[in-house]
């Protein structure tokens, strides 16, 4: 089990670009979350798929900010006209989809942008 | 609103120690959990303990465990016998029953504690 692994680790991206952040959740698992982390805000919800439907995407920036699980096996984040304030740690996140059952993260993206 | 207070930004000990960090969280849901995680150097979140909150027992699980105090919404997380590994920052984080967020955690502004050997 190599648990959730996400991809870059690292990402620099100049201003107005666009990034794509990858997850693929632990196999098995149904549910999918994605979190921002910085040092202001702490760690935020963004939001969350269950057998690869959007289910909450309460947290997401209004613009910009898109989401997707294609399939069972991976799921991305992608920011559009990327700004500096955009800069943070992304963490994915899975668990089986039934409730009282533990959450798992990925080391997380760190995004920088310059 | 903040859902999840963290008061204690820092929180030290020796090694031996033992260590306990406070959380206080706020919910009109009568069913939820409360997870605790550390969170590595490296940015990994580690799961260590959860309290359901039907469960009047405190939870434990190793040299982790938690006192439940319902009624004033506050939640301790106690490591006993606190070492240098121990060292990284502690979130409590609040889980919400609902028909599609059951899993979604709110997390507190973590604090971060060092072990000193």
């Known amino acids: 089990n190599a648990g959730v692994i996400q991809t870059p680790r690292h990402k620099v991206t100049g201003k107005g670009q666009e990034a794509t952040l990858w997850c693929e959740p632990i196999s098995g698992h149904s549910a999918v979350f994605w979190y921002r982390q910085t040092i202001v805000q702490g760690l935020e919800f963004l939001t969350y798929f269950r057998n690869q439907a959007p289910i909450d995407d309460s947290g997401m920036p209004k613009e910009r900010f898109s989401a997707q699980m294609p399939n069972q096996s991976h799921s991305t984040l992608k920011i559009q006209s990327t700004q500096p304030q955009d800069s943070a740690v992304y963490l994915c996140?899975?668990?089986?989809?039934?409730?009282?059952?533990?959450?798992?993260f990925g080391k997380g993206t760190r995004l920088t942008v310059v | 609103a903040q859902r999840v207070t963290q008061v204690q930004p820092t929180g030290s000990s020796q090694w031996g120690e033992e260590v306990t960090l406070d959380c206080s969280y706020e919910?009109?849901?009568?069913?939820?959990?409360i997870f605790w995680y550390r969170q590595l150097f490296s940015g990994e979140m580690v799961f260590l303990i959860y309290?359901?909150?039907?469960?009047?027992q405190n939870q434990r699980s190793g040299r982790y465990s938690v006192v439940f105090q319902k009624s004033f919404k506050s939640i301790s997380l106690v490591i006993s016998a606190s070492q240098p590994e121990d060292s990284g920052t502690y979130f409590c984080a609040l889980s919400e029953p609902g028909n599609s967020n059951y899993n979604v955690l709110y997390f507190g502004s973590g604090t971060k504690l060092t072990v000193e050997p």
């Open positions: 919910t009109s849901e009568y069913f939820y959990r």
């Open positions: 996140a899975s668990s089986l989809a039934q409730g009282n059952t533990e959450v798992f």
């Open positions: 309290q359901p909150s039907f469960d009047t």
